[in-house]
């Protein structure tokens, strides 16, 4: 994707041909410019992706002897207007301040600040490392770059499969902390600045930045703070101007930040979604309650026809580290073709309605939880539930099966010990939200769209994060939140129905109990405005079986599953005897990102870590 990239070695052996192989890894798409420079005992590049009809090229930041590539957006900072380019604008700053205050700096981007007389490199991501940096040191030369292919176009970094990591993506459909595929691999943690020195060899990684402390009094003051904050976010994101997207469904978070666009802003909406889809119905509502151009991307019949390479392009995108089935890669080329310079996403505002949030969906259990070994063996559960919670042991190879459970289950804990104190227990949940699930799997989901159109994320603001985090947990597991605000703002919006539920926005617990079962029926009769928006497990149980079995059920040293295995879980899948969409869609990325790594000519195989 578009990013940076550096290689920094003392003996400045091949440095030049590294860091051209580096940059050339990144380019994806005739739109992407890039920039290349050797520094010395450093090479730093970086990729830009061109908004539709402009033609920028990407420039080095320089103030004295610092050098800085920087990829990304910075809000709401007045220094911003000192010098004539970003890079060089951040650079200045760096040098009259120190490094420590970008990262505590609001805005969506990935910095390398490489100083010529202390021979020392600097890493930095955003408060929620929304732009990844991964990173390796293999014999005294040390690579950093936005994707992992990058890293491995030097012969020599690593191409083994780390049994952590493998542990957690079969665990978790995620990784967890710094954790990644690949053996001696590694990724810069969020807001938090990492050093190499080329003088000692030696990395460090500084403290995180302090944790707003926010408080109100009543519930409707925490709803009114929020509000406030939300309606900040999103004025914010639709400053300058730029040529606005949004990805809107039929649900509450893309509703929410639509319904507080600032007056007189155009937003090219867009939904996703299967021939019958409610969000497509709904979002069309949405759309003309708004006064917003809408646009319907219908998942035809061919959509199937083309899974596998699209599958596979995901794949090539994300370097395998990322759990998913290819979707939204067809809505892609619309953007550009409407001309839309940034897009809206409405990711993190699961942290407004926890009952619907993925693996994270709360139950009435999870408000209860008390203490953290209560805490683990829940989110284990619900974690794992669609991947090795729905296999045996003896799914895979030899003892791998205990090994990587236990293995999982350790990351696991590791990450819940930083949040230990966090009162009430289940307020950890929120938190291992935005650290885990945002951090290390939905940036995958923006890298991918960063590839054609530069992307914003309102809801992931960091005033408006500390106060989701700070706030009762009983305003943040069903509709309160959103309700209150759209109550507000749009009380048109509220009519229009929840794609995922149903019913009305703000209705009654019991409403939304019989709604979501009507819907559920009618989407099964297939009733015409009840469908989701996409049919995976059905898919893969009948129209991708073949490609599953072709896929998976082979001998393949890069991952420790018997074909005979495979066989069995792609069975029960057709037979609805269990449900592994997830579990089998993990194999399937491992399996084509093996394939795509064989094709360059590494030879993938699992390593002890």
Not at 35 to 48: K, P, R, T
Not at 164 to 170: K, S, V
Not at 199 to 210: A, H, L, N
Not at 545 to 563: F, G, K, N
């Amino acid at each position: 994707m578009p990013g940076i990239c550096g290689v920094i070695d003392a003996t400045s052996e091949n440095l030049a041909s590294a860091l051209k192989g580096m940059v050339g890894s990144l380019r994806h798409f005739d739109w992407h410019t890039s920039v290349a420079e050797v520094l010395g005992d450093a090479g730093l590049g970086q990729v830009l992706a061109n908004r539709p009809g402009s033609a920028r090229a990407p420039q080095l930041g320089r103030a004295g002897d610092l050098v800085v590539a920087f990829d990304g957006e910075l809000y709401g900072t007045s220094w911003l207007a000192e010098a004539a380019t970003l890079p060089d604008r951040v650079a200045r700053a760096i040098a009259e301040r120190g490094v420590e205050f970008l990262a505590a700096s609001h805005g969506s981007f990935a910095c390398a600040v490489w100083d010529r007389t202390t021979r020392q490199l600097q890493l930095i991501t955003d408060q929620f490392g929304t732009r990844p940096l991964y990173w390796t040191l293999t014999r005294g030369r040390f690579l950093f770059a936005s994707e992992i292919k990058a890293l491995h176009a030097h012969s020599g970094a690593t191409a083994e499969f780390g049994e952590e990591g493998l542990a957690q993506f079969l665990a978790f459909g995620q990784y967890l902390g710094n954790t990644t595929l690949y053996r001696g691999v590694e990724v810069v943690p969020a807001a938090r600045v990492l050093t190499f020195s080329l003088e000692t060899g030696s990395i460090s990684i500084g403290d995180p930045p302090p944790r707003e402390s926010v408080t109100a009094q009543t519930d409707r003051d925490w709803l009114a703070l929020i509000e406030s904050r939300l309606v900040d976010a999103v004025t914010e994101s639709c400053g300058g101007d730029e040529r606005l997207g949004l990805s809107l469904s039929g649900g509450l978070d893309a509703r929410s930040i639509l319904a507080v666009v600032p007056a007189g802003r155009r937003v090219q909406c867009v939904s996703l979604g299967i021939p019958g889809s409610l969000d497509h119905r709904a979002a069309g509502k949405l759309a003309a309650l708004a006064g917003q151009p809408h646009h319907r991307h219908m998942l035809a019949g061919d959509f199937l026809q083309q899974f596998e390479p699209l599958l596979d392009e995901v794949v090539r995108l994300t370097d395998g580290q990322y759990l998913d089935q290819g979707i939204v890669l067809t809505t892609l080329p619309t953007y550009r073709d409407l001309g839309v310079d940034v897009l809206l996403r409405g990711h993190a505002g699961e942290l407004m309605h926890m009952s619907k949030a993925y693996a994270f969906s709360l139950d009435d259990k999870a408000l209860t939880i008390a203490t953290r070994a209560e805490l683990t063996d829940w989110l284990w559960r619900h974690l794992t539930g669609y991947m090795i919670g729905s296999v045996s042991d003896s799914f895979f190879r030899g003892s791998f099966g205990s090994r990587m459970r236990d293995m999982a289950r350790a990351a696991l804990e590791q990450q819940l010990a930083a949040w230990d104190d966090v009162e009430p227990v289940p307020q950890r949940i929120w938190r291992l939200f935005v650290a885990e699930r945002l951090r290390r799997e939905t940036v995958l989901s923006l890298q991918l769209f960063r590839n054609y159109v530069e992307v914003r994320v309102p809801l992931l603001e960091p005033r408006l994060i500390s106060a989701l985090l700070a706030a009762p947990t009983h305003l943040k597991v069903g509709e309160t939140i959103q309700a209150f605000v759209l109550g507000h703002r749009r009380p048109d919006f509220l009519r229009v129905v929840n794609a995922n539920t149903g019913a009305p926005v703000g209705s009654s617990r019991a409403r939304v109990a019989a709604s979501h079962f009507k819907l559920r029926v009618f989407a099964k009769l297939g009733v015409p405005g009840y469908q989701p928006y996409e049919r995976l497990g059905a898919w893969l149980a009948q129209d991708l079986q073949p490609w599953l079995r072709r896929l998976l059920v082979t001998d393949s040293s890069a991952v420790p599953i018997e074909p005979a295995a495979w066989q069995a879980v792609i069975d029960q899948h057709a037979s609805r005897e269990r449900n592994h969409t997830f579990l089998l869609m993990a194999g399937a990325t491992l399996a084509l990102h093996a394939g795509q790594a064989a094709r360059a000519g590494r030879t993938i195989a699992v390593s002890a870590s």
